[in-house]
C-alpha cells in the first residue's frame, strides 16, 4: 500500500492545537507515575503534588509579570472565558439601573467562545443588554472610535490578544486607552490564547480584568488552562465543590497538565535546557513558506497583512479553489492546515474574513497555516518541499496553470461544480474535441486551464437557458480561448447541420464520433432547450442511443424546473417533458444545471418512481390544465430565501436515504480476504490520488467523472463496489447516489483513509 504512513507527516496547523512538547510530556508521566498525589492531601506524596502546583503558579506568573493578580489553572480557555464573563456579568447586574440601555462589547473577529458565552449569561443572569460586535477595519483591527463611543454605556468588553485564523493582534495599549478613558470602571477580558509564546504579555501593567490561556495552544496537553484574574477584578466561582484554588475553582487539580505548563512557562522564562525559536526566526520561516506557496500555486492570495500578524500563522487563498479542495489535496499529502474556522468545520466561510470585508471568495477559500515556536529549519525545508509537490499533482491534473500538454487525456464527461451549480465537459480523446455545457464564473480559470493542459479544440460553449441565478460564463471563456462567436446567444454554432430524428428536424454537431442534439425545451425559460449526446446511428434514432441528456433545469433530481419566472411557461414544459420522453431512454443520464442534494444525475425511469407529478405527465394522466395547477402550487411553496439562492427546481419528494453498508477498517480487511471480487474504488480527485493511495484500490473514480463511470458501468450495476474517500463523507455522498441509480452493492468505507485502510 502506498500509503499516509509513507510520507511523513507536516503539521501546519498549531493555532488549533500543537503536539506535546518532550518535556512536557516527561512532566506528565512523571506527575502520573511518581508525584501523582492530590495536591489536597496532607501526607508527604501530597505535599509534593501541591509544590509542583504552586511552582507551576509561579512560574507562570513570573511569565506575565504578575504580583498583585491570581493565576487560576482551569481546563482550558473556554473555561477562562466562563469564569471571566460570569464573574464580570454577576458583578454588573448589581449596579443596572432600571430603564437605561446597556452594552456588552465584543471584538467581531473574536473565537465563537466569547460571544456565545456572553449571550448564554446575559440571558441566564436576566441583565438583558445589548450584545455588540465591535467592527474591525480591512486589517482586522479594532474600531477604536466605535469603543469609545459605546464604553461608557457598557458592563463588559472583551477583545483578544491574537486571533486565531489570522494571526492578527490588536495594539493593546490603544485599546486601553479608548476603553478606559471613557469607563475606567468597565470590566475587560482579553482572550490570551494564542498570545502565549508569541507576544510579550506584560499583564499586570495593563488594566485587563481577566485574560483565559490554553495549554494545548502552546504544547502542553488538552485540559489544562489558565487565566489571569486582576487583583481588583470580582470573582465568582464557576464551578464550585471542595474549595480546590482557594475556592475559587473547585475539583481536585489536572496535576499532570499543571506540571506540563510548568515545562512550557520554564521554556519562555529561559529557565528550561530547551529553547523556542526567536520571533526573527519564525519571520523568515513564514516568508519562505510564503514563497513556496506562490511558486507552487501561482497568485495566492494573503488574507491579512505581514505587517500587525504573529509570524507563526499565514492565512491565504488560491483564486479558483474552494477550502475544502485545498484541505483535501493537503490532506492527501499529509499536510495538515484548516480552512476557515477549525472549531467549527461545517462552516464553508470564514466570518472572521467576512469581519474585515474581504470579498467572499477569499473566505470561501481562506486555509489556514500555523506553527508554534517549536518549528525547526528542517520542518519548514521539508514543509515547502511537500507544498511544491502538491502542486505538482495539481498540474498533472490540469487544474492550475501548465504550458505542458498533458499525457493522460481526458475521455468522456466530467462535472465541474460551483457549489450546487452544475457545469459540464465532454470531450473526445482521439479527436481531442470537447463541448462545454453550462459554465459558470467561478470556473472559468479551471476550464481555460483544462482546455489549454489537454490541448483541447471546443467545439462549442453552451448554456442550456438564461440562467436567473448565475451568470454564465460562455462570452469570458470563448474570449480567452479566442473561439468562433458566430453562434446563437447559448452558444450554438450556427454552422450546425440538421439531423433526423423520430421523423423531426434537429440541430446536431458532432464530438468525435457522438452526436450532440439541440432540442428546445421550453417551459422554465422561453429560451430553454436540451442537448442530448448520442452515439452515432445512420437513419434510424433509438432512444437508449443518448448517453447524457444536459436538460438544464426542465428535469432536475427530484424535481420540474420552476415555471413562475416572466419569460416561463408550464404549458411549454408540459409539451417538453413528453418530447424529451420521446427521445431519452429510460437508462440515459439527465445531467442538469444544479445539484441542490448530492445527487448527481438520474434518469426518466428514477424520476418517474419518484415524482408523481413527472410520472403523470409521460403516462399521459393529466391535462396540461390540470398540470400548470399543480406545478404552480408547487412553485409556489419555493423558498428563494433558502441560504440566499434562487432555487431552480421545484423539489417534489425527498428520498429516504438509502441504507449504505459501512465498513471499518478491519470489517474491510475481513471482506477482501473472503470476497475476491470487491471491487475497492477510490472516489478522491486524480491528483489526490496521486499523492496517496492504497495499493488494494482497483479504480480511481473521482466525483467529477462519476457520471462517466455510471454510463461505462450500467451493465456492471450487481459488482461489489466498497468506495473509500479521505474521510468518509464524499464516499457515503456517492455510494447513495449509485445506490439510487440502480447499483445493487455498494458500500463504503466508514472514516475512510484517515482510519485507515
Ligand atoms: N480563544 C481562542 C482565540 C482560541 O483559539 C481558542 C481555541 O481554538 C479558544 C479560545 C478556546 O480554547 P480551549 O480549546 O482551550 O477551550
Redesign the pocket.
Known amino acids: 500500500m502506498t500509503s499516509s504512513s509513507e510520507l511523513s507527516l507536516i503539521y501546519l496547523d498549531s493555532?488549533?492545537t500543537t503536539p506535546v512538547h518532550p518535556a512536557a510530556a516527561q512532566a506528565v508521566m512523571n506527575t502520573m507515575t511518581q508525584t501523582f498525589g492530590n495536591p489536597s492531601s496532607s501526607h508527604i506524596t501530597g505535599i509534593r503534588a501541591k509544590d509542583i502546583m504552586e511552582k507551576t503558579r509561579q512560574a507562570g506568573k513570573k511569565l506575565l509579570n504578575i504580583e498583585k493578580g491570581q493565576l487560576i489553572f482551569t481546563s482550558?480557555?473556554?473555561e477562562g472565558?466562563q469564569t471571566a464573563i460570569l464573574s464580570a456579568l454577576v458583578e454588573a447586574k448589581k449596579k443596572i439601573q432600571p430603564n437605561k440601555q446597556y452594552y456588552i462589547l465584543y471584538g467581531a473577529t473574536e473565537?465563537k467562545?466569547v460571544p456565545n458565552s456572553l449571550n448564554h449569561w446575559n440571558e441566564l443572569l436576566g441583565i438583558h443588554a445589548q450584545v455588540k460586535a465591535i467592527p474591525v477595519d480591512s486589517l482586522g483591527k479594532l474600531d477604536l472610535n466605535f469603543i469609545a463611543e459605546h464604553a461608557e454605556d457598557s458592563l463588559m468588553i472583551c477583545t483578544?490578544a491574537v486571533n486565531?485564523e489570522t494571526g492578527v493582534y490588536q495594539d493593546l495599549s490603544a485599546l486601553e486607552t479608548a476603553i478606559r478613558t471613557h469607563n475606567p470602571q468597565v470590566f475587560w477580558m482579553v482572550?490570551c490564547?494564542?498570545a502565549l509564546g508569541k507576544r510579550d504579555l506584560n499583564i499586570e501593567n495593563t488594566s485587563i480584568d481577566y485574560a483565559p490561556f490554553?495549554g494545548?495552544?502552546l504544547y502542553a496537553p488538552k485540559g489544562i488552562?489558565f487565566m489571569y484574574v486582576r487583583s481588583s477584578a470580582p470573582f465568582t466561582p464557576f464551578i464550585a465543590g471542595g474549595g480546590q484554588e482557594s475556592g475559587q475553582r473547585s475539583g481536585t487539580e489536572n496535576l499532570p497538565g499543571i506540571a506540563s505548563l510548568k515545562a512550557i512557562f520554564d521554556i519562555l522564562n529561559n529557565d528550561s535546557e530547551y529553547q523556542f525559536s526567536s520571533h526573527q526566526q519564525l519571520e523568515k520561516y513564514r516568508l519562505q513558506i510564503i514563497k513556496a506557496l506562490k511558486k507552487a500555486f501561482g497568485d495566492v492570495v494573503l488574507n491579512h497583512s505581514l505587517e500587525n500578524t504573529v509570524p507563526t500563522t499565514i492565512n491565504f487563498a488560491v483564486p479558483g479553489f474552494s477550502s475544502k479542495e485545498i484541505m483535501d489535496l493537503f490532506d492527501a499529502a499529509n499536510i495538515r492546515v484548516s480552512s476557515g474556522s477549525a472549531?467549527s468545520s461545517k462552516v464553508t466561510r470564514s466570518f472572521v474574513l467576512d469581519a474585515m470585508g474581504l470579498p467572499a471568495w477569499q473566505s470561501e477559500s481562506a486555509i489556514r497555516m500555523s506553527f508554534g515556536p517549536m518549528f525547526t529549519q528542517q520542518e519548514c525545508d521539508q514543509a515547502c518541499n511537500r507544498i511544491l509537490s502538491t502542486a505538482k499533482a495539481l498540474k498533472q491534473s490540469c487544474l492550475i496553470d501548465t504550458s505542458e500538454i498533458n499525457e493522460t487525456p481526458l475521455d468522456g464527461l466530467i462535472e465541474l461544480r460551483s457549489g450546487n451549480n452544475c457545469c459540464w465537459l465532454f470531450t473526445d480523446k482521439k479527436t481531442k474535441t470537447a463541448v462545454i455545457i453550462d459554465p459558470v464564473h467561478e470556473l472559468i480559470h479551471r476550464i481555460v486551464n483544462i482546455v489549454h493542459c489537454q490541448g483541447l479544440k471546443l467545439t462549442a460553449v453552451l448554456d442550456t437557458h438564461g440562467h436567473a441565478d448565475h451568470e454564465s460564463s460562455r462570452t469570458e471563456i470563448i474570449k480567452a480561448l479566442n473561439m468562433s462567436t458566430d453562434t446563437c446567444h447559448l452558444g450554438w454554432p450556427n454552422s450546425a447541420n440538421d439531423i433526423k430524428v423520430c421523423g423531426q428536424t434537429y440541430p446536431c454537431i458532432n464530438i468525435g464520433n457522438r452526436k450532440l442534439i439541440k432540442v428546445a425545451t421550453a417551459g422554465h425559460t422561453s429560451d430553454s432547450v436540451s442537448y442530448l449526446l448520442t452515439d452515432a446511428f445512420d437513419s434510424v434514432y433509438q432512444p437508449n442511443l443518448c448517453h447524457f441528456a444536459f436538460c438544464g433545469d426542465t428535469i432536475l433530481m427530484g424535481s420540474l424546473g420552476r415555471t413562475n419566472f416572466e419569460t416561463s411557461s408550464a404549458a411549454d414544459m408540459f409539451e417538453s417533458l413528453q418530447l424529451l420522453n420521446n427521445l431519452v431512454g429510460e437508462q440515459s443520464l439527465i445531467c442538469a444545471s444544479h445539484d441542490y442534494y448530492n445527487e448527481f444525475t438520474t434518469t426518466i425511469a428514477l424520476e418517474r418512481g419518484r415524482n408523481q407529478l413527472l410520472n403523470a405527465v409521460l403516462s399521459k394522466n393529466i391535462d396540461v390544465g390540470a398540470f400548470c395547477i399543480q406545478k404552480a402550487e408547487l412553485d409556489a411553496h419555493l423558498n428563494d430565501e433558502q441560504g440566499g439562492e434562487i432555487q431552480c427546481g421545484a423539489y417534489v419528494e425527498v428520498d429516504t436515504a438509502l441504507k449504505i453498508k459501512e465498513y471499518d477498517k478491519e470489517s474491510l480487511a475481513q471482506l477482501l480476504k473472503v470476497n475476491q471480487d470487491i471491487r475497492l474504488v477510490d472516489i478522491r480527485e486524480p491528483h489526490e490520488y496521486a499523492l496517496q493511495h492504497s495499493d488494494d484500490v482497483e479504480l480511481n473514480v473521482p466525483m467529477t467523472r462519476l457520471v462517466q463511470f455510471i454510463d461505462e458501468c450500467s451493465s456492471q450495476k450487481k459488482d461489489n463496489y466498497v468506495l473509500v474517500c479521505r474521510s468518509g463523507s464524499r464516499s457515503l455522498v456517492v455510494a447513495q447516489a449509485l445506490g439510487r441509480l440502480g447499483f445493487e452493492n455498494i458500500g463504503h468505507l466508514k472514516g475512510g483513509y484517515a482510519l485507515g485502510l
Open positions: 493555532n488549533a482550558g480557555a473556554t472565558i473565537h467562545a483578544m486565531n482572550d490564547v494564542q490554553s494545548h495552544k488552562g472549531c
